[in-house]
């Protein structure tokens, strides 16, 4: 399969691994969206594959807080220059404070990477990405988190949603930097607004479809 899910961290996060079509299934490169956690298990998954890129939809500790593990594991195994693209640099503030989140989510940090995580490069609104052969384009959505991006893979129809839009549900806004007014336009205009066949693949819980979200997702009505 194109895409493989691991489910991280105490909160079931939803680690998505992109294969190299053509590489199936030997799956030997690969890119990882949102390492949250559990890197001994994204390993296990990942086995000898060459990773191209981490992307990163938001700044969540259950989202990025895996990321300087990952990249540590894949350089001891000769990859030392694996690049993190994304999220937006709105999120910064929370890509430095892994540790505080931590604590206010009441998430034991044993396990988990406590240091501020840098991307080599933050995204933006239209920004493109050609990896593993796919054309991967970016939305900014805020509303959950400032900076949080969506990451459409218009090679196999599938939206990486992140924590904006879930199945039936849209995404948590009772934080300080929450909007839940910017979130329910950006999912409107910037998910909604793809063809009814793309799949829809959140950062919690199961798969949905634009179709189904437009006709069963009360929050969007």
């Known amino acids: 399969m194109p895409m493989q899910i691991v489910r991280v961290t105490p909160v079931r996060q939803n680690c998505a691994i992109f294969w190299k079509k053509e590489a199936i299934p030997t799956r030997q490169e690969a890119v990882v969206i949102d390492p949250g956690g559990d890197i001994d298990l994204v390993m296990?998954?990942?086995?000898?594959?060459?990773?191209e890129a981490i992307l990163l939809t938001h700044g969540h500790f259950d989202h990025a807080g895996g990321v300087n593990t990952l990249k540590a594991r894949l350089a001891q195994k000769g990859q030392p220059h694996v690049p993190v693209y994304g999220p937006h640099k709105d999120d910064v503030f929370l890509?430095?404070?892994m540790a505080e989140q931590l604590a206010a989510f009441l998430v034991d940090a044993s396990g988990f990477e406590t240091g501020p995580v840098i991307p080599d490069r933050f995204l933006e609104e239209g920004d493109v990405l050609n990896l593993l052969g796919r054309v991967i384009r970016v939305r900014h959505v805020p509303g959950h988190t400032p900076g949080h991006i969506i990451l459409i893979d218009e090679t196999e129809?599938?939206?990486?949603?992140?924590?904006?839009?879930f199945r039936g549900v849209v995404g948590r806004t009772d934080f300080a930097y929450?909007?839940?007014?910017?979130?329910?336009?950006?999912i409107?205009?910037?998910i909604m607004s793809?063809?009814?066949?793309?799949k829809i693949m959140p950062g919690h819980g199961l798969p949905s479809f634009i179709h189904v979200e437009k006709q069963y997702?009360?929050?969007l009505k």
């Open 178 to 186: 929450g909007d839940y007014d910017l979130l329910i336009s950006g």
């Open 194 to 198: 793809l063809p009814d066949r793309y």
């Open 95 to 97: 890509l430095n404070t």
């Open 188 to 190: 409107k205009e910037k």
């Open 217 to 219: 997702n009360d929050y």
């Open 44 to 51: 296990q998954v990942l086995g000898d594959a060459r990773v």
């Open 157 to 165: 129809e599938v939206v990486m949603t992140g924590d904006t839009l």
